[in-house]
């Protein structure tokens, strides 16, 4: 099967009418779209077709989609595109917390949906493309090129997400960044954000390559600006 210029998509929405659509309309925009109904044909599909990019809803028969991005976050890299009707910031942080790294909330329109996919893929491509660069700080080495991060020489899985905001602070040690500026990093659209879900990310990347996630040396908070990458201990 020769696949479209645009990507290979999957898309996991227990609606049928409601995946349909999107299915139509990710083709036309020259996507490569295949629909699932349930969350363990999701799984099971990114598992053996690794897609460039799965949209996937929260609720769902079998396994609910936070569950599916749990699951897929401790073995894939895949970009998860989360569609929910619960809009509420609590809900946007689950969702990100669990691996996802773009949250969409229902109703949407088709439009905006292939604008979030776009800026996904974009991202995804570029990080395939870059060069064999390492950043190293202190004992914590980035691989953009291979997308690899490793602690202590302990490999570390990091969402797509989190290596986004990593690789940021990696390029510019000790430089201080706000929650707006890591934002832009990890969102390709205009978008009704909130600067919480840099926190979150951040939460997240320390338990996986500080020391002692509970006192911080390597991803430090700038009280009042927001976080630095520093050497940490020697």
Do not use: W
């Amino acid at each position: 099967m020769v696949l479209a210029v645009g990507g290979y998509l999957l898309v996991a929405e227990d609606d049928k009418g409601q995946a349909e659509v999107l299915r139509r309309y990710l083709t036309a925009e020259g996507y490569d779209t295949v629909v699932v109904h349930d969350g363990l044909a999701a799984l099971d599909h990114v598992r053996r077709r690794s897609p460039d990019l799965l949209v996937l809803d929260v609720m769902m028969p079998g396994l609910d989609g936070l569950t599916v991005a749990r699951i897929l976050r401790a073995e894939s890299a895949v970009p998860i595109l989360m569609l929910t009707a619960r809009a509420g910031e609590d809900d946007l942080l689950a969702g990100l917390d669990g691996g996802a790294d773009d949250y969409l909330t229902k109703p949407y329109s088709p439009r905006e949906l292939t604008a979030r996919a776009r800026a996904l893929l974009r991202r995804s491509n570029a990080r395939a493309r870059a060069d064999e660069t390492v950043l190293t700080v202190g004992k914590l080495v980035v691989d953009i090129g291979r997308h690899q991060v490793h602690a202590d020489g302990e490999p570390v899985q990091c969402t797509p997400g989190e290596f986004a905001i990593l690789a940021a602070l990696a390029e510019q040690p000790e430089r201080v960044f706000t929650r707006a500026q890591l934002l832009e990093y990890t969102n390709g659209v205009e978008r009704d954000s909130v600067e919480r879900t840099i926190d979150v990310h951040v939460l997240n990347l320390r338990r996986k390559i500080e020391p002692n996630p509970k006192r911080p040396v390597r991803l430090v908070t700038v009280y009042g600006i927001g976080y630095k990458l520093t050497a940490g201990p020697a």
